[in-house]
């Protein structure tokens, strides 16, 4: 064995690693944003104004505004979003608005009712949707619409605190 051969080895292989390191790096910021360009390129589930199908054993027409929350019983974003919308509802009742926060099950799943019990939210203010009649692209999406049935705001996937506070003042700030 050559003198310095075990070190140079040492040194090809950190070479190999780093190299790696770095090419994992761009491609991951790259995956990052095709990801927030896909998202923000998407045209909008519904355009401000438009109508909305029809909902069973929902009125739209009997409050100001109405926030749907659409979920699924396995969602891992919904139930971690659970505290927000346990916030909705104390929300709701503190400024006695004429809103009504209804959770949408997107699924034929008799679990639906068991995962809001589990996750601490009311069961007598849910609805169920045929299919996907309300064109979801996934969950959990909130939809706030108008006493006309009209959409004002929709927004998808779990959102950031700061998104939070914006969901609030439309659902109740009176917009």
Not at 22 to 37: C, G, K, N, P, R
Not at 53 to 63: R, S
Not at 129 to 157: A, F, H, Y
């Amino acid at each position: 064995m050559r003198p310095g051969t075990a070190i140079d080895g040492l040194l090809g292989v950190g070479t190999v690693i780093l190299a790696g390191v770095v090419i994992h790096m761009a491609v991951s910021s790259w995956a990052q944003d095709a990801a927030m360009t896909s998202v923000s390129a998407r045209p909008p589930l519904y355009a401000e104004g438009e109508r909305i199908p029809a909902v069973a054993g929902v009125n739209f027409a009997a409050f100001d505004r109405t926030l749907l929350v659409v979920m699924k019983s396995d969602c891992p974003f919904c139930i971690a979003s659970s505290g927000f919308y346990r916030r909705l509802l104390d929300e709701q009742q503190t400024r006695r608005a004429s809103v009504q926060v209804l959770f949408v099950a997107a699924e034929d799943d008799a679990r639906f009712d068991e995962s809001l019990r589990e996750n601490g939210l009311p069961t007598g203010r849910t609805a169920r949707m045929r299919g996907n009649s309300l064109k979801v692209r996934g969950t959990p999406t909130l939809l706030l619409i108008d006493r006309s049935s009209r959409v004002q705001t929709v927004w998808e996937g779990q959102v950031p605190a700061s998104v939070e506070k914006q969901i609030v003042a439309a659902t109740f700030g009176g917009r």
